[in-house]
């Protein structure tokens, strides 16, 4: 009874995780990596097929198998998560009033590029 609720757990969590991953690829202050991570070890330990489906997932599956095998990031993804990222900080600090609030969303758009920008380079 007890691996069979936790099993339907891991599958919710992992699902759960999957689709933050996915909110992830288009909201750039949004981590998608860490996220399809942690559905691959919900589904390892879960369900194999889930698993595999998520590890050969066109989409999906580059994300982890770039991150353990230390490849980096495509330059093309680099550049889309910049640009979205100033993107979306910019509209966003068009609608706050605070000014403490845009210092902050510009720091955090510093650093987010800063981090990316120095992750190695998918050849």
């Known amino acids: 009874m007890y691996l069979k609720l936790l099993r339907a757990f891991l599958i ?4 759960l995780a999957v689709g933050i991953g996915i909110v992830g690829i288009f909201v ?4 998608t990596t860490p996220f399809l991570l942690l559905a691959a070890a ?3 330990k879960s369900s194999p097929s889930l698993y595999k489906w998520l590890i ?3 989409y999906f599956g580059n994300y982890i198998k770039n991150y353990r095998e230390g490849k980096g990031i495509p330059v093309k993804i680099r550049t889309y998560t910049i640009v979205f990222l100033w993107l979306t ?3 966003s600090a068009i609608f706050v009033n605070c000014l403490y609030a845009r210092i902050f969303l510009l720091l955090v758009a510093i650093g987010v590029t ?4 120095t992750i190695k ?3």
């Open 28 to 31: 750039p202050l949004l981590p």
């Open 56 to 58: 050969t997932n066109k």
């Open 114 to 117: 800063i981090h990316v920008s």
């Open 89 to 91: 900080i910019c509209i």
């Open 121 to 123: 380079t998918l050849k």
């Open 12 to 15: 919710v969590a992992g699902s």
């Open 42 to 44: 919900c589904y390892i």
